[in-house]
């Protein structure tokens, strides 16, 4: 296998390792830029395929909890005559962006693999929420991405408004990397493409209706997504349907998503705590290690909330996202619940594939 030009979309001797051990000597590599339903559409260094999961892939993963998302690499094995290569295995993921799936407590749901970079965008004209932002940041935490909050349509309100918000984000211990932008002055726009870099990886996400697709049409210079103004009766919000990723002119990578209503919290022991810089902080002085800081005699965080270091807001929003995380929340009954639903997951595939 020879991977020359791959660099360029992320490929690294780290993939190059896991590819060496995984995928077949007569298959290559390639990255997912779209999945339409079970049709996968790939990238590699000569260009843009369709693609389709092995039945092998899908009879042998069943273990693994996931299909391929946006932004994965695959083993695909295709000749020229083909018309779809054929995916027979998921390279290990670097890092993963997913979210809860709605209602159900332990399901999680693939954002995006692979992501350097998750630009949380919000709209400074009714979009803008510090408990969104704050679960979107548990979450890229949770996948091991870099977090960056990106505040659009900055020309729709005031400069105060915009300074306003920078200083909320700034006051609820948000260390991540703020820019503002507005699609329609473009002013803000220099400063956004200052910070993708080439070979890496962004993914875009944020409510539907506040400029992603706009924006990335600005940035791969034509229109390649379609963008609709939001209607004022909430009936078919949502403009972009599927995640995909664009090449910049610059080399950078950027996903689009569909808006997103509800960011559901899913994470890993601990990673709740990791993302609120100011009480994992202040936790280091609790009496016990184990504080859950809601009861305990000698709890710092407690402390501080009397004293009003941090605001009631503030700690009961931490404590609201804690107790939602799926950790929290998974039984074993929802364990068994989450194999079976994968399994139906796997039979449904299946059944497409032997459709064709
Ligand atoms: N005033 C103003 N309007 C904007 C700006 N950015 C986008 N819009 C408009 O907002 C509407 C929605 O933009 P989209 O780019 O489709 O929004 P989206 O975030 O991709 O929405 P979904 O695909 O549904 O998630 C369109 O009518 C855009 O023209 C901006 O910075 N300022
Ligand atoms: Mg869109
Ligand atoms: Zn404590």
Redesign the pocket.
């Known amino acids: 296998m020879k991977h020359s030009n791959l660099e360029a979309l992320g490929w690294d001797s780290w993939f190059e390792e896991q590819a060496r051990l995984l995928c077949d000597p007569t298959a290559s590599v390639a990255r997912v830029t779209a999945v339409d339903r079970e049709q996968l559409l790939l990238l590699n260094d000569i260009g843009t395929f369709r693609a389709k999961l092995s039945g092998r892939y899908l009879y042998e993963s069943v273990s693994t909890t996931e299909l391929p998302c946006v932004g994965d690499w695959v083993c695909v094995l295709k000749t020229e005559d083909d018309q779809y290569g054929l995916v027979h295995g998921i390279l290990e993921r670097k890092t993963s962006l997913r979210r809860k799936a709605v209602g159900e407590a332990a399901k999680s749901q693939m954002i995006a693999a692979n992501v350097d970079v998750v630009i949380i965008a919000q709209s400074c004209h009714f979009d803008f929420n510090l408990k969104r932002l704050e679960r979107y940041l548990v979450n890229v935490q949770d996948g091991g991405a870099t977090p960056c909050i990106l505040l659009?349509?900055t020309?729709?309100v005031s400069a105060k408004t915009v300074a306003g918000q920078l200083d909320q984000i700034v006051k609820a211990g948000i260390t991540a990397p703020v820019l503002t932008l507005?699609?329609?002055t473009k002013e803000g726009i220099d400063g956004l493409k200052a910070v993708l870099s080439p070979g890496k990886t962004y993914c875009l996400v944020?409510s539907?209706?506040?400029?992603?697709?706009?924006l990335i049409n600005d940035l791969v210079g034509r229109e390649v997504l379609e963008?609709?103004?939001?209607s004022e009766t909430g009936e078919g919000?949502?403009?972009?349907v599927r995640r995909e990723l664009f090449i910049l002119e610059n080399g950078a990578m950027i996903i689009d998503n569909?808006?997103m209503r509800e960011i559901g919290v899913l994470s890993a022991e601990g990673v709740v705590e990791a993302s609120y810089s100011d009480i994992s902080a202040l936790s280091e002085q609790c009496r016990f290690r184990d504080c859950t800081h809601t009861s305990e005699p000698g709890c710092a965080v407690l402390k501080a909330l009397k004293s009003g270091e941090i605001e009631a807001e503030h700690y009961g929003n931490f404590i609201k996202l804690r107790s939602e995380s799926a950790f929290h929340q998974m039984s074993s009954v929802e364990k068994r619940k989450k194999d079976k639903n994968f399994g139906k997951l796997i039979k449904s595939v299946k059944k497409s594939l032997d459709e064709d």
């Open positions: 659009t349509k020309d729709l507005s699609n329609v944020g539907s209706g506040i400029g992603k697709s706009t963008t609709k103004a939001v919000r949502h403009t972009t569909p808006g």
